[in-house]
């Protein structure tokens, strides 16, 4: 199988534009608000199916019999609790998670400097590029933190996107963080049990490459047919299976080897983190010695509490290597998750630091092959 080339990619985003392919629009950004953000209660039958959901959406055709399975429950029950968890905004969206770097799309971390009296103008451009799929202010004077991908055949490319970017938001300083080592990346939040053990050991997610794949136009259909919220049915890949024009366990195969092809890292609920009651995310960064990243990375990301963890390039007044993102629902139960990280390692004082979010304005799935990449840079460049 060989990979889409760039004049693939053009190919494909020009079919989409003249409405011969299955698009599907990209989310509209917006700044986010905390209105309506406070945490729901959530009794032992809820926090369980939040977890099974978290963990894996079953590749079957009837996925949600699976899921009632596991958690021992009526079908109907799984169903009607999971339709009022999305209803309620405690799960954003069941969906799939593609990989965007193996996709092709270049991606990367920017911290932004830019006016601390006025951060929403700033978080309201930056919001209205599709390949920003988070953005937060944090406690720091790089005030800014979002990711930002770009397409395969942006003509922009991500230097010239974050240009744009910078001269759009009058940001003071910008410092581009890409992604050296991946140790770990799964948002899977602990619903069931307490600070031990969102602080406790756990087997370390393996290093995932950061290469682009081979893929194919069938994959391309699949990921714009998946794409986005599954609804609560009891055959919810049916309606996927029929706009890529397979049949159903067709597509459940394909999307299995989109997994072992590293394409696809899974299908699953993503939550919102206030509501579920996870009121606090800090991001431990370390300074870390280069001979040492390797193995200290890949003992942190095996901490329950730690979604993510980064090797990062450092700067003159930026010495920390390493990145972890930590959730509580707390800042304490925080600051226990990433202190016992700093006592297991020996990093305290100047080799460690923490920058709180206190606003999130933005937090989506990103969207692939879609023209909105293309407009925006017509917009923009």
């Known amino acids: 199988m060989a990979r889409m080339t760039s004049g693939d990619a053009k190919a494909a985003t020009a079919e989409l534009e003249r409405g011969t392919g299955p698009a599907k629009p990209s989310p509209k950004p917006k700044l986010r608000s905390r209105k ?93 590029h599709p390949g920003v799929s988070h953005n937060y202010l944090r ?72 290469e682009p794949v081979p893929y194919d136009e069938r994959d391309v259909a699949v990921i714009r047919a998946l794409q986005g919220p599954m609804a609560v049915a009891d055959r919810p890949y049916d309606d996927a299976a029929s706009e890529v024009g397979i049949s159903t366990p067709e597509l459940l195969v394909h999307l299995e080897g989109m997994i072992e092809r590293k394409l696809l890292r899974r299908v699953a609920a993503i939550l919102f983190h206030r509501r579920a009651g996870f009121s606090a995310n800090g991001m431990g960064v370390w300074r870390v010695p280069p001979e040492r990243v390797v193995e200290v990375g890949g003992r942190m990301s095996g901490v329950r509490g730690i979604s993510h963890c980064y090797e990062r390039p450092t700067y003159a007044d930026w010495p920390y290597s390493v990145f972890t993102m930590a959730h509580g629902r707390s800042k304490a139960e925080c600051d226990a998750i990433l202190d016992s990280i700093a006592d297991e390692h ?8 923490v920058l709180y979010s206190s606003t999130e304005y933005k937090k989506i799935r990103l969207r692939y092959f879609t023209s909105d990449y293309r407009e925006w840079e017509r917009a923009h460049a």
């Open 36 to 128: 309506g953000g406070s945490a729901v209660p959530l009794d032992a039958i809820d926090k369980r199916l939040a977890n099974l959901l978290q963990s894996q959406f079953p590749l079957h055709e009837t996925p949600f019999e699976q899921v009632a399975v596991a958690a021992e429950l009526d079908v109907d029950e799984v169903m009607t609790r999971a339709q009022r968890m999305l209803d309620e905004r405690i799960i954003r969206e069941i969906t799939p998670i593609f990989d965007t770097r193996a996709l092709g799309y270049d991606s990367m971390l920017v911290a932004a400097k830019v006016d601390p009296e006025h951060p929403q103008r700033a978080a309201r451009l930056i919001n209205s």
């Open 139 to 210: 406690t720091h004077e790089f005030n800014l933190w979002f990711t930002l991908a770009t397409a395969p055949d942006s003509e922009l490319g991500l230097q010239g996107t974050i240009d744009a970017l910078a001269e759009m938001t009058g940001a003071e300083s910008i410092r581009q963080l890409p992604t050296l080592r991946l140790f770990k990346i799964n948002m899977n939040l602990e619903m069931e049990q307490g600070t031990e053990a969102l602080a406790a050991k756990v087997d370390a997610v393996a290093v995932r490459e950061l």
């Open 346 to 353: 020996g990093l305290h004082g100047d080799d460690r630091a």
